[in-house]
T-cell receptor
Framework: SQTIHQWPATLVQPVGSPLSLECTVE??????LYWYRQAAGRGLQLLFY??????ISSEVPQNLSASRPQDRQFILSSKKLLLSDSGFYLC???????????FGNGTRLTVT | DAKTTQPNSMESNEEEPVHLPCNHS???????IHWYRQLPSQGPEYVIH???SNVNNRMASLAIAEDRKSSTLILHRATLRDAAVYYC?????????????FGTGTRLTVIP
C-alpha cells in the first residue's frame, strides 16, 4: 500500500535561518507531488506542485522553493525564513488522473 | 476555477445523522465533487467523490442534486471521531490537483 512520510512534525526556527522539509512517498511510482501551507484558521494554499523529477511549478511567488531530486521525494526549502513563513505545511501526492489526493500529517513550523 | 460555499460550522449529537451541505452553482460538466476532512493537527483525508449519481462508501454517502449545483455529505451516525473540518471541492476530470481550492470548510462539532 502507498504511504507518505513527512518530517519533522514540528519545527521552531529563528528568523533568517534556513529551512528544509522533506516528504517521501512509498508504494507508487511517478506520483504528482504537492506542497500546501495552511495558516491558522485558514484554508489550504497550494505552494508548489511537481509532475516529475526536476519539474516544479510554483503557484505563489515567495520566500520558498521546492525540489524533486528523486521520483518519490519532494523537498521544501528556504534560504532565510520570515515570520510570515510560520504555518502548517502539508505534502500530498496523487496517482492516476482524478484519483484522490493523499496528504501527509504535516509539519507545524513556527518562525520566531 | 469554480468555487464552493459551505457553512462555517455545524453541530451534531453523537450517533445521529449529519448532513453537510455544499453549494457549487458554477460547477462545469467535467467537475467532480470531492469531499475531504481534516482532523485536528493532521492532513486532510479523502472521504468520497462523485459526478452525478449518489455515492456510498464505508465512510459516508454523497447526495448530488439533479442540477449538480449543490451536494450533501451524509454521515449516517456521527461519532466523536467525526469531529473535523469538512471540505467540499470541485475537481476537473481532466485536471491534476494543482487548481483545487480548499476553502475554510465546515467545522463539525459532535456533542456527546
Amino acid at each position: 500500500s502507498q504511504t507518505i512520510h513527512q518530517w519533522p512534525a514540528t519545527l521552531v526556527q529563528p528568523v533568517g535561518s534556513p529551512l528544509s522539509l522533506e516528504c517521501t512517498v512509498e508504494g507508487t511510482s511517478n506520483p504528482n507531488l504537492y506542497w500546501y501551507r495552511q495558516a491558522a484558521g485558514r484554508g489550504l494554499q497550494l505552494l508548489f506542485y511537481s509532475v516529475g523529477i526536476g519539474q516544479i511549478s510554483s503557484e505563489v511567488p515567495q520566500n520558498l522553493s521546492a525540489s524533486r531530486p528523486q521520483d518519490r521525494q519532494f523537498i521544501l526549502s528556504s534560504k532565510k525564513l520570515l515570520l510570515s513563513d510560520s504555518g502548517f505545511y502539508l505534502c500530498a501526492w496523487m496517482g492516476r488522473e482524478n484519483s484522490p489526493l493523499h496528504f501527509g500529517n504535516g509539519t507545524r513550523l513556527t518562525v520566531t | 476555477d469554480a468555487k464552493t460555499t459551505q457553512p462555517n460550522s455545524m453541530e451534531s449529537n453523537e450517533e445521529e445523522p449529519v448532513h453537510l451541505p455544499c453549494n457549487h452553482s458554477t460547477i462545469s460538466g467535467t467537475d467532480y465533487i470531492h469531499w475531504y476532512r481534516q482532523l485536528p493537527s493532521q492532513g486532510p483525508e479523502y472521504v468520497i467523490h462523485g459526478l452525478t449519481s449518489n455515492v456510498n462508501n464505508r465512510m459516508a454517502s454523497l447526495a448530488i442534486a439533479e442540477d449538480r449545483k449543490s451536494s450533501t455529505l451524509i454521515l449516517h451516525r456521527a461519532t466523536l471521531r467525526d469531529a473535523a473540518v469538512y471540505y467540499c471541492i470541485l475537481r476537473d476530470h481532466f485536471g491534476g490537483a494543482n487548481n483545487l481550492f480548499f476553502g475554510t470548510g465546515t467545522r463539525l462539532t459532535v456533542i456527546p
